[in-house]
């Protein structure tokens, strides 16, 4: 399977130009720069497999694309996470919920990724958390090679690359198939984490890593991320990704003056994981106003 190139447009926000690779919208039925991340599983054939079996958080945006996968390829699917609070399985929301329409399998357990590695015979596709291997990076080179068309086509003169990490997969194999700088910042532990991720995966050369004093923990709520996010919606008229992309634009904006050249942020998708995002931050922030 092939994807037809994403889309590629020029925004202004906050009176600076910037570009964003909308990744976004390569596909309905994957999450942005899973998609890319699993391209490779995608295109191959896999006689032996019957399962495909892999771990993470409740919310995550791969589970639900591997749900997707399970399902084009009619597959099991058996998903490891440590805890489901029993508010999420009364009330299914989000990436959850559409994971178990496509018939996951989701099993509470605190060694997660050693429950995982157990189901590894013949006919069991284990994928790490997020899609963190070597395989991604076939899809993320399929990304950078857009990129430079696109760049070429807009007569670009000194473009960068920024996205938000997580595991740093995307980020890195961008980075290794890109002629330009990438920077990139954490958004799930602290920079030194980041960096960690990446030795795991390469030896290559590393993203630049914008950093911040604050520190932002993964999933809390924070007031000027939704704030961010919203004017980022109405100015732009782009729905970002709640986990990911207000930490990504809040220490993209601490750092852009400093940075020669134009951006191009890369949009990476997760929209449909913001239903529950949306539902936390309109009970903290929204009904207190309410209140007051
Ligand atoms: C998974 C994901 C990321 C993180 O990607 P990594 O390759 O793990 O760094 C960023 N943004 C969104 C929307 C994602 O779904």
Not at 60 to 83: D, E, I, P, Q, T
Not at 190 to 204: A, G, N, P, V
Not at 230 to 256: A, C, S
Request: aromatic share 14%; glycine share 6%; hydrophobic share 30%.
């Amino acid at each position: 399977m092939t994807f037809s190139p994403s889309p590629f447009e020029k925004h202004t926000f906050r009176g600076r130009e910037i570009y964003v690779k909308r990744d976004d919208a390569l596909h309905v039925d994957f999450s942005g720069n899973k998609a890319r991340k699993f391209h490779w599983f995608l295109n191959q054939k896999f006689p032996h497999v019957k399962r495909v079996v892999s771990y993470g958080s409740n919310q995550s945006n791969a589970m639900y694309s591997l749900s997707v996968m399970a399902r084009m390829r009619g597959w099991k699917f058996v998903y490891f996470c440590n805890h489901i609070p029993d508010f999420l399985k009364q009330n299914p929301v989000g990436n959850y919920k559409y994971a178990l329409e496509n018939d996951m399998e989701i099993i509470e357990s605190l060694q997660r990724r050693e429950d995982t590695y157990m189901y590894n015979s013949n006919s069991d596709l284990i994928v790490e958390e997020g899609g963190r291997q070597k395989e991604a990076e076939f899809g993320v080179k399929v990304l950078a090679d857009e990129l430079k068309k696109d760049i070429e086509k807009e007569g670009i003169e000194n473009p960068y690359i920024y996205l938000p990490s997580g595991t740093g997969t995307t980020a890195l194999f961008l980075q290794k198939n890109l002629p330009f700088r990438v920077f990139t910042c954490s958004t799930v532990g602290d920079d030194e984490y980041l960096k960690e991720q990446f030795k795991e995966i390469s030896e290559d050369s590393f993203p630049i890593i914008l950093s911040s004093q604050k520190k932002y923990h993964y999933g809390k709520l924070y007031k000027e991320s939704y704030e961010l996010w919203k004017e980022l919606q109405e100015d732009m008229g782009i729905t970002f990704d709640l986990m990911y992309d207000p930490v990504g634009w809040i220490k993209f904006l601490l750092h852009v003056e400093g940075l020669e050249g134009t951006p191009i942020y890369i949009h990476q998708g997760g929209v449909l994981g913001n239903e529950s995002m949306k539902q936390r931050y309109e009970r903290k922030y929204e009904t207190d106003k309410n209140r007051r």
